[in-house]
């Protein structure tokens, strides 16, 4: 099975200040259609998880534009532009190269 | 508006049975791979098993193989999880989700969960 890490664990951000994620990957998740099936969700507290960027890069509807996804291969990256106080919750990373489907660990994301 | 409801949760003893459903309406239903995923209480995400858009296609994390069997009814518009051998590591809220496309690619929209509790 795919083997998915996240770092870091936590991260404590002032509200206007940038974050970013890293989810490394055990294989690749390119696909033979050329694209890279690892999709990002963020959990708010009480909820259920959604998503925010899938295909590596794509933003999902109704997602603000201070949310990016970049990365190929092994790499990838979820980057906030500005984080806001809503923002606040647990960053999962999927990948759907292969079944089984696997998540990352997660990443706590706190405001300071 | 996409919705997915769960129901059928609830407290099972270790070794019994236990089938959850979910209920989905707002899109057509029939075009779309479906998942389950499972959280345990202050834990991270587990995928469980998903299943292709005819059910033709279906697949499961290894920590529930050949106990747990995913289905569809493309005329209900539900999917359902029968769960069996039960055991108290599968204690965790279960979320029907929808995938993007046919296939098994990922969770595009989420209910809301069903609790379910594995004890004596």
């Known amino acids: 099975d795919i083997v998915l890490t996240q770092s870091p664990l936590s991260l404590s951000v002032t509200p206007g200040e940038p974050a970013s994620i890293s989810c490394r990957s055990s294989q690749s998740l390119l696909h033979s259609n050329g694209f890279h099936y690892l999709t990002w969700y963020l959990q708010k507290p009480g909820q259920s998880p959604q998503m925010l960027i899938y295909?590596?890069?794509n933003r999902a509807s109704g997602v603000p534009d201070r949310f990016s996804g970049s990365g190929s291969g092994t790499e990838f990256t979820l980057e906030i532009s500005r984080v806001e106080a809503e923002d606040v919750g647990v960053y999962y990373c999927?990948?759907?190269?292969?079944?089984?489907?696997?998540f990352g660990g997660g990443t706590k994301v706190e405001i300071k | 508006e996409v919705q997915l409801v769960e129901s059928g949760g609830g407290l099972v003893q270790p070794g019994r049975s236990l089938r959850i459903s979910c209920a989905a309406s707002?899109?057509?239903?029939?075009?779309?791979?479906m998942h389950w995923v499972r959280q345990a209480p202050g834990k991270g995400l587990e995928w469980v098993s998903g299943i292709s858009w005819n059910g033709v296609r279906v697949a499961y994390a290894d920590s529930v193989k050949g106990r747990f069997t995913i289905s569809r009814d493309n005329a209900k518009n539900s999917l359902y999880l029968q769960m069996n051998s039960l055991r108290p590591e599968d204690t965790g809220f279960y979320y029907c989700?929808?995938?993007?496309?046919?296939?098994?690619?990922?969770?595009?929209?989420w209910g809301q969960g069903t609790l379910v509790s594995v004890s004596s």
């Open positions: 999927l990948q759907g190269v292969e079944t089984p489907l696997t």
């Open positions: 989700a929808k995938d993007h496309v046919s296939e098994l690619d990922l969770c595009e929209k």
């Open positions: 295909l590596g890069s």
């Open positions: 707002g899109f057509t239903f029939d075009d779309y791979a």
